[in-house]
């Protein structure tokens, strides 16, 4: 019988090694036994990747991993138990040993030791840490945006000579009475839904920035101002006065405490001391209510970062109300108490004092929604980008990040970059997940 030629197959194609404007690395897990022969662009491709677990690594060779990821830039936090883990618990940005099982030589090398030996109390440390921060910066946006509405009566009094906003004594309640108690209460706020969902604070990134002075001082705190001037003129406008009948007239009329000279108006309408004095107070009472219930608004505008102020029980922190109920109480007292009043320079005025702010309240509400909804959109899309499907992950072979041997294109691999924060850990499923989330162990 003739034999059959034999078919032969071809030859596998071999595939190009990627280059730097290639897609994106997956995640996957590395022998540690090759990161001594690593290059710096070895090390530059591993902290790119989404997440990169390295497998049976020795006490020194974690201390390696540390030092050159945060020779690149990334914090490390590591956790270890015994005494070969102290070099890498010393170098790491944040040490973790083990309160129960480890070492004494581990414990001293760590910045935080675990009391139960639990993992999770990481995430509820983190958790605590971030709340602690979140709720100072409300507290400090919240009460900065008075400043502005603050500040304004003294400078229209200084160049443009008009009467007087807000007396010295309203100014020391506000930031001595009605601010401290509102502001008190959001330190008791608990973390908010998406607190660990959100990527991690830059290193050197203050808790006062640039963008929490913006919001406070030419956003809400304008705002509030500006309603707060409208409610002034408008009671001036009330009693027949123009800001141009009352321009320059502030130094000798128009006193909230009295002493003001009779003021004519180019008309030949004339104004008694009593009725300066009653006009004077009326305007100064409708700035004084306008700034503390725009704040009453704004307290509960300031209380979330992510979600929005609808869909957001008003019961999660019901000390706010206490804050916010010992507030309307002192307005309430310095404004329409007799004898008080007339201490402060107020007089209780009618129903035009309690509009204004209802503008200024629903202004805010608008900006904090409209900020939060585009803040949900990037952070859908930064969680769409930065997903780890476990089918992706893929083993090195022996050798340091060879050729294509732990690269697996998908779709939108482009798109999916991040940076990835190592994992030194076993090559379990749960250290995998870990990897993905971006939480370091060692």
Request: glycine share 6%; hydrophobic share 40%; with cysteine.
């Amino acid at each position: 019988q003739q034999q059959q030629p034999q078919q032969q197959k071809p030859p596998p194609q071999q595939q190009q090694p990627p280059t730097k404007s290639g897609p994106e690395l997956d995640p996957a897990v590395i022998l540690s036994s090759r990161v001594n022969d690593f290059t710096d662009e070895d090390w530059q491709r591993v902290v790119r990747m989404p997440g990169a677990v390295f497998a049976r690594a020795t006490p020194e060779q974690k201390y390696t991993i540390v030092s050159n990821c945060q020779r690149l830039g990334e914090v490390v936090a590591v956790t270890g138990d015994g005494v070969n883990d102290a070099p890498a618990l010393k170098r790491a940005d944040v040490g973790i040993a083990m309160g129960l099982n480890g070492s004494a030589v581990a414990r001293e090398s760590a910045v935080a030791v675990l009391l139960d030996d639990n993992f999770s109390s990481i995430v509820a440390g983190i958790v605590q840490g971030r709340l602690i921060v979140d709720n100072l910066r409300k507290t400090i946006a919240y009460i900065l945006a008075h400043l502005a509405p603050e500040i304004l009566p003294p400078l229209l009094n200084l160049s443009l000579g008009l009467p007087i906003g807000l007396t010295s004594l309203q100014i020391l309640s506000i930031d001595l009475l009605t601010e401290v108690a509102a502001a008190t209460t959001l330190a008791y706020e608990p973390p908010e839904p998406s607190i660990m969902r959100r990527p991690p604070r830059r290193p050197h990134e203050h808790i006062v920035n640039r963008s929490l002075l913006i919001y406070s001082y030419l956003i809400v705190g304008l705002l509030e101002a500006a309603g707060c001037f409208l409610a002034y003129t408008w009671v001036y406008w009330s009693y027949g006065l123009t800001l141009s009948d009352i321009f320059l007239e502030g130094d000798n009329h128009f006193e909230p405490t009295g002493g003001s000279d009779t003021f004519c108006k180019s008309s030949g309408r004339c104004y008694s001391a009593s009725e300066q004095e009653e006009i004077a107070g009326h305007a100064t009472a409708a700035w004084y209510i306008t700034l503390i219930m725009s704040q009453v608004v704004h307290i509960f505008a300031v209380k979330t970062q992510s979600v929005s102020i609808f869909s957001m029980s008003s019961l999660r922190n019901p000390i706010v109300f206490y804050g916010v109920g010992m507030e309307i109480a002192i307005m309430l007292l310095l404004v329409y108490v007799p004898g008080v009043n007339d201490f402060v320079g107020a007089r209780p005025g009618s129903f035009r004092a309690w509009i204004p702010w209802l503008g200024v309240g629903a202004a805010i509400i608008l900006y904090t929604e409209l900020r939060l909804m585009r803040q949900r959109q990037r952070a859908a899309a930064r969680n769409a980008k930065n997903q780890i499907p476990l089918e992706s992950v893929r083993v090195a072979p022996a050798g340091p990040l060879a050729g294509q041997s732990i690269r697996k294109p998908r779709p939108n691999t482009a798109e999916a970059r991040t940076t990835g924060v190592l994992s030194t850990y076993s090559t379990s499923a749960s250290s995998i997940t870990a990897a993905s989330r971006r939480v370091s162990f060692v």
